[in-house]
């Protein structure tokens, strides 16, 4: 079949499925719907003739048989074509190797983004076109990540997302007009070309970025006597086309700018009025009038010039809506302008794009001004003394704006990514304090983000909303809900802080504060990986006490009980059984999905602790059911999203059920809160892989998953030690000796100490391994030495019966004398298991 007959989106969605994504991590990627995405899946099917999306992706491995995608996202687009450059094109273009970053320097107006969108489209590589002039500093990665369509996951920030989204394929970054956010876009790019070899990063900006092998290409005027005059004819071309003027005149008009070329482009949208001479002549009464100018940079002072000659050319009413356009970061659609600007707004802003002192950007109705443009519409309108005022307009338009895209249960993802800077500004300008409006907007705002997965951003959203709020029971409610977006993104400590906090607020407002007490209790019971020194109990004790005098609801009282259950009076490491079951009947009573999975966890915990694996794996079955029921767009949900789905990968491993542990890493994998994360969904397909005995499909997934641990920068990922544990086992199982060393290496490293060091679950798995491998090599010299790892007596929890099992099945292939004892103590730890029940059965032939 021809390439032909695939069609670009389709080439898109081929080399995502070799890149093992889901059909719902591909419908974020590509901002299309999964049902699109599903479709264009059945098309390829048919097309190439194939079964399965493994055979695609194959097939999209071989570069003659499938097109590449070489999709630059958000590069910005001219009806005007580009004029001269071309040595400069060149060069930058011979420059952009991988691993190399090359910053295009120059005044405002020079013509540095253009040409970056030139020489983007010319290298055809993919990749994205990040326009930051909206951006603060703290927002850099965010700006990147949305380009390349890629959030946050638990455990891995925008950063993380960014560099795992460019990933070890040849890509091009481009980051333009980073001169206010160079401390945000050095890091960030030091960061992806350290970590991701094969990315060139293109920037713009007024000066460096100061990163070591930074090669920096000053952007120059256009030359005179050919690019300037070239360029001046071809725009004047465009709103006149019968204009004649003498090559002299041109010559003129272009020297007194400069050459620059947003000074010639705003010059020659007067010629249709004035004509050559009559321009000319008005250039040079406007240049003397400002000749008094003290800027360092004469080039900048010509281009600053010329867009105040033509604001002096302006009408009434387009000298009042001009300014008032600026109070906009990005781009602004008509209602937004009328918001901010009383009058005929649609007619002025079309004369405005007349003049070239705004844009239009596309055709779907909406308008920005140039960045130099902008400086100079915001100087005119803080001199003017409507500055607060238009800022005021700004900020209620954008807490009605943010406010109706939050309560919207579908919300026009494209219409906020469109309007999402100018909130942020909007926020970022609003008076400092307490405020109606501002709190209104930063709430949306955490809200949109959240769901938007950038769940980072939204925790500042909610910790501002916080300080904006009109009373402190409003700021109880925010500190709360950013206790909860902490699940997607931090440790737990955070979280129990926020609640603190919430319930400090909630008694200041003269109420008990007890929900927030009670869930802070449970949080450092439930959560401990996430506090790097746990809470002394006497202190959480104290906590709950305090909480039990404000009872009264019956959700207060459901968080109460869970957190009576989890730190009851007499000490217990794991949950008072009794207590968990009022709990549990307490959180039914509410009928909140979210709290009654809270609850459910203390009855899975104590039957996993105990053994009782099938009654843990009960139970989280009903807790992923719950998840069904819980509403994602709120951050209420994220913890038991998060939990419920580990636990349930975990009792089904546990109770040898490796095909439903199969199941439930597929769902992880293409969960949208779990399956962005770069490593973790494949920590949990590996294992199940491998045991099935699908060793080709685990081992795709083994090295991807291991680079992204070491770019994550984690130092230790104990978790992620059984499923580098299980690579070995596929390798050893199918003969690569030195791979399956490698990989038990690798097990032992993500530990941060040794197999034998106090993390019991890894460690018997890892004895698990060896005994297999040894068993299936025949290696039989160290085999007392792995049956006694395999049955010691820190062997225990879920891996103790795979372990017991293995060992037990070496012990009799290697002839110990001790082999019918360790089958008689592996049959008693398997009857929760049934991959141990299996293997027993086969090796003692019943």
Request: aromatic share 6%.
């Amino acid at each position: 079949m021809s390439p032909e007959s695939v069609s670009p989106r389709e080439a898109e969605v081929m080399a995502l499925l070799d890149a093992h994504l889901s059909n719902v991590q591909i419908a974020g990627r590509l901002h299309i719907s999964v049902r699109t995405v599903e479709n264009h899946v059945s098309s390829l099917l048919r097309k190439y003739g194939v079964a399965d999306r493994r055979a695609l992706a194959a097939i999209a491995r071989q570069a003659d048989d499938a097109p590449a995608v070489q999709r630059m996202t958000g590069s910005p687009s001219w009806r005007t074509g580009f004029v001269g450059r071309a040595h400069e094109r060149d060069a930058v273009l011979a420059m952009l190797r991988p691993g190399s970053l090359v910053t295009l320097t120059g005044p405002g107006g020079v013509g540095k983004t253009r040409l970056a969108a030139t020489v983007a489209a010319a290298a055809a590589l993919g990749g994205a076109f990040v326009d930051l002039v909206p951006v603060r500093e703290e927002h850099v990665a965010a700006a990147v990540a949305a380009a390349l369509g890629v959030g946050e996951s638990p455990g891995q920030t925008l950063a993380d997302a960014v560099v795992c989204a460019l990933g070890q394929e040849r890509r091009l970054l481009v980051l333009d007009n980073c001169e206010h956010v160079l401390d945000g876009v050095a890091a960030l790019a030091d960061r992806v070309l350290a970590q991701c070899p094969d990315v060139t990063v293109l920037a713009t900006s007024r000066e460096r970025l100061g990163v070591p092998g930074e090669r920096v290409v000053p952007v120059s005027p256009l030359p005179l006597a050919s690019d300037a005059e070239a360029l001046f004819a071809d725009r004047v071309a465009a709103v006149d086309p019968a204009f004649t003027a003498a090559p002299a005149t041109v010559a003129e008009i272009c020297a007194r700018l400069d050459g620059m070329p947003l000074a010639i482009e705003l010059a020659a949208a007067r010629c249709a009025s004035l004509g050559a001479e009559g321009l000319l002549a008005a250039l040079d009464d406007a240049l003397r009038l400002l000749a008094g100018s003290r800027h360092p940079d004469e080039r900048h002072r010509s281009l600053r010039t010329v867009i105040a000659w033509s604001h002096d050319l302006l009408a009434e009413d387009e000298r009042q809506l001009f300014p008032r356009l600026a109070v906009f970061a990005g781009s602004f659609d008509l209602d937004a302008a009328r918001r901010v600007a009383p009058g005929a707004v649609a007619d002025v802003l079309g004369r405005l794009v007349d003049k070239s002192l705004v844009v239009r950007e596309n055709d779907a109705g909406s308008w920005r001004l140039l960045e130099t443009v902008r400086a100079y519409a915001l100087d005119r309108l803080a001199a003017g003394g409507d500055l607060d005022e238009v800022r005021d307009l700004h900020l209620r338009w954008a807490a009605e704006t943010a406010h109706t895209l939050a309560d919207d249960p579908g919300p026009e993802w494209d219409r906020f990514d469109a309007v999402r800077d100018d909130l942020r500004a909007a926020l970022r300008n609003a008076p400092q304090g307490p405020g109606e409006l501002p709190h209104r907007l930063a709430r949306a705002l955490g809200h949109l983000s959240y769901a938007r997965h950038s769940a980072g951003e939204s925790l500042e959203h909610f910790k501002e909303a916080a300080r904006h709020a009109p009373t402190a029971s409003a700021a109880a409610e925010d500190l709360s809900t950013a206790a909860q977006v902490v699940f997607a993104v931090g440790l737990a400590r955070g979280a129990y802080d926020l609640l603190l906090d919430s319930a400090a607020q909630a008694q200041a407002a003269g109420e008990s504060g007890a929900r927030a007490l009670a869930h802070a209790v449970a949080t450092a019971r439930r959560f401990t990986s996430g506090f790097p020194e746990p809470i002394p109990f006497e202190r959480l004790r104290e906590l709950v006490d305090r909480a039990a005098d404000g009872s009264g609801d019956p959700v207060t009282a459901a968080h109460l009980a869970i957190a009576e259950a989890w730190c009851p009076r007499a000490p217990l490491t794991s949950p008072d059984p009794s207590l968990a079951v009022v709990a549990v009947a307490a959180a039914r009573a509410t009928g909140d999905p979210v709290l009654v999975s809270a609850a459910l966890d203390m009855p899975a915990a104590l039957a996993i602790r105990a053994g009782r694996f099938r009654e843990a794996y009960r139970v989280a079955g009903e807790r992923l059911a719950l998840v069904e029921a819980m509403d994602r767009r709120h951050p209420a949900s994220a913890a038991e999203i998060l939990d419920a789905f580990h636990n349930a990968w975990l009792c089904a491993f546990a109770s040898g059920d490796v095909e439903g542990a199969l199941d439930t890493a597929e769902r992880i994998a293409g969960d949208e809160l779990l399956g962005g994360h770069p490593y973790r969904p494949a920590a949990k397909l590996v294992p199940p892989l491998v045991l099935l005995g699908r060793f080709e499909e685990a081992l795709e997934h083994a090295q991807p998953m291991w680079d992204a641990w070491r770019r994550s920068g984690m130092p230790v990922a104990a978790w992620l030690s059984p499923a580098a544990s299980a690579v070995a086992l596929a390798y050893g199982l199918t003969g690569d000796r030195a791979a399956y060393r490698l990989w038990q290496g690798r097990a032992e490293r993500v530990l941060g100490t040794g197999r034998f060091a106090p993390t019991p679950d890894a460690a018997v798995f890892a004895a698990f391994v060896d005994a297999r491998v040894a068993v299936h090599a025949g290696a039989f010299e160290d085999a007392a030495e792995l049956v006694t790892r395999a049955f010691a007596e820190t062997a225990t929890g879920w891996p103790a019966p795979y372990a017991r099992a293995a060992g037990a099945e070496l012990a009799l292939a290697a002839g110990l004398p001790d082999a019918d004892r360790r089958l008689a103590e592996a049959a008693q730890a398997a009857g929760e298991n049934d991959w141990a029940i299996a293997c027993l059965a086969r090796v003692t032939g019943s």
